[in-house]
């Protein structure tokens, strides 16, 4: 069974940083490519980010580019989001996804 487990979600006032976790299971990561995508209350699912199945290339929407940072541990089959200087406008559930699987999400509210 196939699992994608995020975590690392929370509050955090504008400017702060949070890292966001996916530990996957049952799927081993280093195959596929995987993202993360986010929904805000109201709005569409928006890509966040992409990473290559070996970690060596990423792309960013314009929204977040220079702030949060993909990444991924092939070994441990986890996949990471850095995200520093947050803004009220990165309040949204997060979203690990790979080949098809999606996690539960994690909750992120940047507010002060």
């Known amino acids: 069974q196939v699992q994608l487990v995020e975590s690392g979600g929370g509050l955090v006032q504008p400017g702060g940083s949070l890292r966001l976790s996916c530990a996957a299971s049952?799927?081993?990561?280093?195959?596929?490519?995987a993202n993360w995508v986010r929904q805000a209350p109201g709005k569409e699912r928006e890509l966040v980010a992409v990473i290559s199945s070996t970690g060596d290339s990423a792309n960013y929407a314009d929204s977040v580019k220079g702030r949060f940072t993909i990444s991924r541990d092939n070994v441990e089959n986890t996949l990471y989001l850095q995200m520093n200087s947050l803004k009220a406008e990165d309040t949204a559930v997060y979203y690990c996804?790979?080949?098809?699987?999606w996690g539960q999400g994690t909750q992120v509210n940047v507010s002060s």
């Open positions: 049952g799927i081993t990561l280093s195959r596929y490519a």
């Open positions: 996804h790979a080949f098809g699987y």
